[in-house]
């Protein structure tokens, strides 16, 4: 089953603004990932963040993550038409060794 | 290059018809995963293999099957009894060290279509 779970879904913004996902779990976990989809391309890896990690910065942008409320959000400054993609998170999933990957936020940044 | 190739990039199958799509890598990764995804969701896992000549089911396995007899192929089958196949299929592998705490790298994913 998908643990991750993102809000919002889907987010327009204009070239220059900030956005702004979060991810929310429901088990503990030992990290977190992000992971960015073009349109009908496969995911690229954004950004790891650890248990014990609350913020981590990567270019523009960063990831922090609550493990007390068990959520994790995405965070990208002055955005550019190339942020355009669905954005996951992803969480171990240690019954079966594997990643639970969120259903995604599609953002849109319009030049 | 190192990375992870699927191919075709379209696929196209008639009703009763098994088709595989393919998935190699050379980054010298022992885990290899399929996922599917449907419009506007998220990847839902078929089959994972952790090692070579192993695999095991995901969450949507039914209607799949894979072989894992190199290290640097994990072909997926969707079969006849797949009675919704239409979806793009993601391919990922991972080095297999620290299952669950890995990066996965993706390929360009191959979509199936139903005639």
């Known amino acids: 089953s998908q643990q991750g779970e993102e809000d919002p879904q889907a987010l327009s913004i204009q070239e220059g603004e900030n956005a702004t996902m979060n991810c929310s779990y429901k088990?503990?976990?030992?990290?977190l990932q992000w992971y960015r989809q073009n349109s009908g391309r496969g995911l690229v890896h954004l950004i790891l963040?650890?248990?014990?990690?609350r913020e981590k910065h990567s270019g523009r942008l960063r990831v922090t993550l609550d493990t007390s409320k068990k959520s994790s959000s995405l965070l990208i400054t002055a955005s550019r038409a190339a942020d355009t993609a669905s954005y996951f998170c992803?969480?171990?999933?240690?019954?079966?060794?594997?990643?639970?990957f969120g259903k995604g936020n599609q953002v849109v940044v319009i030049p | 290059d190192g990375g992870i190739t699927q191919s075709p990039k379209y696929l196209f199958r008639k009703e009763g018809q098994n088709v595989t799509l393919s998935c190699e890598q050379n980054?010298?990764?022992?885990?290899m995963y399929w996922y599917r995804q449907d419009p506007g969701q998220g990847l839902r896992l078929i089959y994972y293999?952790?090692?070579?000549?192993?695999?095991q089911k995901g969450d949507i396995a039914e209607g799949y099957s894979v072989s894992r007899e190199k290290k640097e192929s994990f072909p997926l089958t969707v079969t006849s009894a797949q009675k919704n196949p239409t979806a793009f299929y993601l391919c990922?592998?991972?080095?297999?060290?620290?299952?669950?705490?890995?990066?996965?790298?993706f390929g360009p994913g191959t979509r199936l279509l139903v005639l």
């Open positions: 088990t503990s976990i030992n990290n």
């Open positions: 980054l010298n990764h022992d885990a």
């Open positions: 963040i650890r248990s014990n990690e």
């Open positions: 992803a969480t171990p999933h240690y019954g079966n060794n594997r990643l639970a």
């Open positions: 990922a592998s991972s080095t297999g060290t620290a299952f669950g705490e890995e990066t996965q790298y």
């Open positions: 293999s952790q090692i070579v000549n192993d695999f």
